[in-house]
C-alpha cells in the first residue's frame, strides 16, 4: 500500500512541475526570438485598396493555436476586418479579428455552420488614434485578448479553435474579409504592424507589445529622397516636360505632408510617390507606342499598345498596372512575344518599367523580359511573377538601328504570362543639339571676323534649334537642327576689315629716333609685310585669326630700347658698401632703386617710363653719402687719452690735440673716401705717436730699493721676489712703448712690494710653547688659563694679518704676558697629597693614582667579608646536624 502512495505523489510532483514549467518554457521561448509567420508594417489601407497576404495562406491555415498582434489608426465606421483568413467560395467560412468603432474590438471564426465569437465593448476605439489589440489562442488554456496595455478578455472554458478550423481557406488580408456574401468589412486608415505567431506569446510579452508600441517616425529616407528629387533641375530643358512637371507635383504634396504626417505607413506611401516620380522622369523623347513597330509576334492576343494584354482581339485589354501602380502608356504583352522598332541610330536610351499585370494573379505566371539592340542582348529581367517588385529599366541605344523587346514564358509554359512594358519611352539626342548649340554659341565676331549675312544666318540657325531643343516631337527633327547647325557654322565668311584695319594701325609706328630696338621694329616690318601678302589668300576663318595674331603679336613686341638704363644699373652694381663705406640709409635706397630699375625694364613701354627709371636711379647714385662713423669714433678715442698725471710726454700729447682739432674741421669739409682716409690717417698718427713718460717707473724703481733686510725681517722668498721685480723693471726701461707696457712694469714692481712678508718663525714657536700648557689637573686658576687660551687664539689670527715688524712684537709680547700671567691654584691637604711633586721627577703623578689605590683596598674588604659569611654558614649547618 505504501508503494501506491509514493506512486502517487511522484505523479502528483511531475504534473505539478508540468503546470509550471509549460507556461515558463513557453514564455522563454518567445522572449527568445521567435520568430512570427507573418509581419507587415505600414500599410495604408481605403476604398478598394487593401494588403493581398494570400502567399501565406499555406502557413496560416496550419496553425492550431498561435497569437496576433495588430496595430492600428483607423478613420472610418462600422465593423472593420483588421486580419483575416477565409475561404472566398462562401460566404460564412472565415476568421478576422476586427475594430468596431468606438467601443469594441473582437474576433469572428465561423466554419462549418458555427461562429465561435468573441466581442470585447466598453473600450476607446476612436479614430486617428493609435491603438494595439493582441488575441492569443492557446490550447488547453482559452483564449485571450488584450488591448492598448491591458488583458480585456479571457476564456479558459471554451475549446480553442484558430485559423486551421477554416475549411479550405485560399485568402488572407490586412483591412479586408473576402468571403462570397460580398460583406467584406472594409477597413479605413493605416496598419502600422500586422504579426501573426504560430505560438501563443506570454501575457507580459502581449501587455508590453499592446501598451508601448515602437511607432516613432523616422523621415530620414523621405527627406533625403526629397533633396535628391529637389536637385533635379530642368533649366536646360533636357527632361520631358509633362514628367517634369510631374515630379514637381509630387515635391510640392511631399513637402506640403511633411509637417502633417503621423505614422509610417505615411511616411512610407510618400517615399513610393517619390520614388515612382522621380523613377518615371525621362529625357525629352517619345513613347514606344507613339511609334509603329516594324514587325510583332505575341503569345496570346495582338500586342496591345497603351493597356494590357486582353487576349483575343486589339483593344480587349486593361490599363496597364504594377504592383499597384497604373501606366497611362506602354505596350501590353503576353509570351512568347516579340516587338520590333527601326531606330535608325535617332534616339539615345530606351526605358520602360517591367513586370508581370496586376490582373494576372495565378502562381503560373512566370515570364523574362530582354532588350535587343542590332542582335546584342543589352538587357535580361531574370524571372519575374505575379509577386515581383517592379523593375526599371534604362538602355543605351545610341546609334541602335534595330531594336528589339522579347518576351519568354520562363521555362513553364506560357499560362498567365500578361507583361506590361509600361511607361516605354525612347529618349531623343537632345545632347548631341544641346552641345552643338553650345558650340554654336561660343563663336564670337567682336571683331568683325565674319561677314554680317553669314553671322546673322548662324545666330537663326541658333534660334531654331532652340525651339526644337525646348519642344522636339521627332528624332528627325532633332537631328535636322542638328544639321542646320552644322550648315550655318561652315558658311561664315570671313571679314578682312579688321586685318586691314590693324595693317593700317602697324604702319602708324616709326622708329626715326631709335626708340625700339632693332630687332622688334623689324620684325613688325616684316609682319605687316606678310599680313598684307595674306589677304590676297585668306579663305578661312583660322587663316584670318593668324595673320590678325601675328600682326598683333609683332605690335605687342615692339621693345623700347634700355641700353642707357641698362649701362645705369650695372654702375650702380658696381657701389658697394662692404666696408661701411656709406650710411646704411644712402646705399638702402640706392639698392632700392636698382631693384626698382630692373623690374621696370620688364614693364617700359614709352619713353617717358625709360626716362623716369633712368632719373630716379641717378638721383639714387649722387645721394651716396660718405659714412664717417668711423672718424667720429676715432676722434671720440683720442679725446678719451688725458695728460693730467704726465703720463704721455707733453710734446707727443700736445701733437695729438692739434690732431684732434684738425678731425673735427674735416667732418664738415669731406667729400670723398680718400678725404676721409686721410683724416682717419692723420689722427691715428698722432694717437699712435703719444710717448709714454717713464718717471713714475724710476721712482717706484727707487722706492722698491730701499727695502732691506740684513736682520731677516722678512720672509726669504718675498724678498728675492723683490729683487727679481726691480731688475725686470729696470730691463723693462728700454722697451716700453706703450701705456700698458708701463702699466705692466709698474704693476709687477708695486706686487712685489706689497707681497713683501713679516717673518713670523718667533711668533709660531711661541705659540707652540704656550699651547704645550694644559689644565686638566687644575693647577692653574680658572682666569689665568683662559686668559692663556683666549691669548693663543688671537695670536694665530694674527698670523693672517701681521704686516708690520710692530705688529709682530705687539703679537709676541700679548702671548708671553698670558704665559708669564699664569696662577697656580692655592695649598691645601687634599690638593697638596694628590698632586705633590715626586722628588727627582720632572713629571706629575697622574689624577687617578690615588683613586685607584682606595679602589683595591675597598675589593679585599669586600672578599674577606663574603669568605667570613660562607664559612659561618658552614659551622652552623654542621652544629645542627
Request: hydrophobic share 40%.
Amino acid at each position: 500500500m505504501n508503494w501506491h502512495k509514493s506512486f502517487l505523489k511522484v505523479v502528483l510532483l511531475v504534473a505539478v512541475v508540468a503546470m509550471i514549467t509549460v507556461p515558463i518554457m513557453r514564455t522563454l521561448a518567445v522572449d527568445n526570438g521567435i520568430e512570427p509567420v507573418l509581419r507587415v508594417e505600414n500599410e495604408s489601407i481605403g476604398g478598394n485598396n487593401f494588403t493581398n497576404l494570400n502567399t501565406y495562406v499555406d502557413e496560416l491555415k496550419q496553425l492550431d493555436e498561435g497569437t496576433i498582434v495588430i496595430s492600428f489608426n483607423h478613420s472610418g465606421s462600422g465593423i472593420m476586418s483588421l486580419f483575416s483568413l477565409s475561404n472566398n467560395e462562401v460566404a460564412n467560412d472565415h476568421f478576422h479579428l476586427y475594430a468596431w468603432p468606438a467601443t469594441k474590438v473582437g474576433v469572428e471564426n465561423r466554419y462549418a455552420g458555427t461562429n465561435d465569437a468573441v466581442s470585447v465593448g466598453s473600450l476607446s476605439v476612436e479614430s486617428n488614434t493609435l491603438h494595439t489589440v493582441a488575441f492569443k489562442a492557446t490550447i488547453g488554456e482559452g483564449y485571450k485578448m488584450f488591448y492598448d496595455g491591458g488583458l480585456v478578455y479571457e476564456d479558459t472554458s471554451t475549446p480553442v479553435k484558430f485559423l486551421s478550423k477554416i475549411t479550405e481557406a485560399n485568402s488572407a488580408q490586412l483591412g479586408h474579409t473576402e468571403r462570397s456574401s460580398g460583406d467584406e468589412y472594409d477597413f479605413s486608415g493605416d496598419i502600422y504592424k500586422a504579426e501573426v505567431y504560430g505560438e501563443p506569446l506570454s501575457d507580459q510579452q502581449l501587455v508590453e507589445m499592446t501598451g508601448n508600441p515602437d511607432l516613432s517616425l523616422d523621415t530620414t529616407e523621405l527627406e533625403n529622397l526629397l533633396t535628391e528629387a529637389k536637385a533635379v533641375s530642368n533649366i536646360d530643358e533636357t527632361y520631358d516636360e509633362n514628367s517634369y512637371t510631374a515630379l514637381q507635383s509630387t515635391i510640392n504634396t511631399v513637402e506640403t505632408s511633411l509637417d502633417t504626417i503621423n505614422n509610417p505607413a505615411q511616411v512610407d506611401q510618400l517615399v513610393g510617390e517619390l520614388q515612382l516620380s522621380l523613377n518615371k522622369l525621362k529625357k525629352k523623347g517619345v513613347y514606344l507606342s507613339n511609334l509603329d513597330w516594324e514587325s510583332e509576334a505575341n503569345g496570346w492576343g495582338p500586342v496591345e499598345k497603351d493597356q494590357s494584354n486582353g487576349g483575343q482581339g486589339t483593344g480587349d485589354g486593361a490599363p496597364l498596372t504594377l504592383n499597384g501602380v497604373v501606366f497611362d502608356k506602354g505596350l501590353g504583352v503576353h509570351a512568347p512575344s516579340e516587338v520590333i522598332y527601326n531606330l535608325d541610330g535617332k534616339y539615345s536610351n530606351f526605358t520602360s518599367f517591367v513586370g508581370v499585370d496586376d490582373q494576372q494573379t495565378s502562381a503560373n505566371a512566370r515570364i523574362v523580359f530582354q532588350v535587343w539592340a542590332d542582335g546584342t542582348k543589352t538587357y535580361d529581367s531574370g524571372h519575374m511573377n505575379v509577386n515581383s517588385e517592379t523593375k526599371k529599366i534604362d538602355v543605351n541605344v545610341e546609334g541602335v538601328n534595330e531594336l528589339k523587346l522579347i518576351v519568354t514564358d520562363g521555362g513553364n509554359g506560357n499560362g498567365n504570362d500578361h507583361g506590361d512594358w509600361a511607361d516605354a519611352w525612347l529618349s531623343f539626342n537632345i545632347d548631341d543639339l544641346a552641345g552643338s548649340i553650345e558650340s554654336a554659341e561660343n563663336i564670337s565676331n567682336e571683331g568683325n571676323i565674319y561677314t554680317i549675312d553669314s553671322y546673322n544666318t548662324l545666330q537663326q540657325a541658333i534660334e531654331d534649334a532652340e525651339t526644337v531643343k525646348a519642344n522636339p516631337e521627332t528624332a528627325q527633327e532633332v537631328n535636322n537642327a542638328i544639321a542646320a547647325l552644322q550648315a550655318a557654322i561652315d558658311g561664315l565668311a570671313i571679314n578682312q576689315t579688321a586685318l586691314t584695319s590693324l595693317i593700317e594701325t602697324a604702319e602708324g609706328y616709326t622708329n626715326e629716333t631709335g626708340k625700339y630696338t632693332e630687332s622688334s621694329f623689324s620684325a613688325l616690318e616684316e609682319a605687316i609685310a606678310t599680313a598684307k601678302n595674306a589677304q590676297a589668300t585668306i579663305e578661312t576663318e583660322q587663316e584670318l585669326k593668324d595673320a590678325l595674331a601675328a600682326l598683333q603679336a609683332a605690335i605687342d613686341g615692339l621693345t623700347i630700347n634700355q641700353a642707357a638704363l641698362t649701362s645705369l644699373i650695372e654702375i650702380a652694381e658696381g657701389y658697394t658698401n662692404e666696408t661701411g663705406k656709406y650710411t646704411e640709409s644712402s646705399f638702402s635706397a640706392l639698392e632700392e632703386a636698382i631693384v626698382a630699375a630692373k623690374n621696370a625694364q620688364a614693364t617700359i613701354e614709352t619713353e617717358q617710363e625709360l626716362k623716369d627709371a633712368l632719373t630716379a636711379l641717378q638721383a639714387a647714385i649722387d645721394g651716396l653719402t660718405i659714412n664717417q662713423a668711423t672718424l667720429t669714433s676715432l676722434i671720440k678715442t683720442a679725446e678719451g687719452y688725458t695728460n693730467e698725471a704726465g703720463k704721455y710726454t707733453e710734446s707727443s700729447f700736445s701733437a695729438l690735440e692739434e690732431a684732434i682739432a684738425t678731425a673735427k674741421n674735416a667732418q664738415a669739409t669731406i667729400e670723398t673716401e680718400q678725404e676721409l682716409k686721410d683724416a682717419l690717417a692723420a689722427l691715428q698718427a698722432a694717437i699712435d705717436g703719444l710717448t709714454i713718460n717713464q718717471a713714475t717707473l724710476t721712482s717706484l724703481i727707487e722706492t722698491a730699493e730701499g727695502y732691506t733686510n740684513e736682520a731677516g725681517k722678512y720672509t726669504e722668498s718675498s724678498f728675492s721676489a723683490l729683487e727679481a721685480a726691480i731688475v725686470e723693471s729696470k730691463n723693462a726701461q728700454a722697451t716700453i712703448e706703450t701705456e700698458q707696457d708701463l702699466n705692466d712694469a709698474l704693476t709687477a714692481l708695486q706686487a712685489a712690494i706689497d707681497g713683501l712678508t713679516i717673518n713670523q718663525a718667533a711668533l709660531t714657536s711661541l705659540i707652540e710653547i704656550a699651547e704645550g700648557y694644559t689644565n686638566e689637573t687644575g693647577k692653574y686658576t680658572e682666569s689665568s688659563f683662559s686668559a692663556l687660551e683666549e691669548v693663543i687664539v688671537a695670536a694665530k689670527n694674527a698670523q693672517a694679518t701681521i704686516e708690520t715688524e710692530q705688529e709682530l712684537k705687539d703679537a709676541l709680547a700679548a702671548l708671553q704676558a698670558a704665559i708669564d700671567g699664569l696662577t697656580k691654584q692655592p695649598d691645601d691637604q687634599d690638593q697638596e697629597s694628590n698632586d705633590k711633586e715626586i722628588e727627582g721627577e720632572d713629571t706629575e703623578l697622574p689624577n687617578t693614582a690615588t683613586a685607584m689605590f682606595n679602589w683595591m683596598i675597598i675589593g679585599f674588604l669586600l672578599i674577606f667579608a663574603g669568605i667570613t659569611t660562607v664559612y659561618f654558614l658552614t659551622e652552623r649547618k654542621r652544629r645542627h646536624l
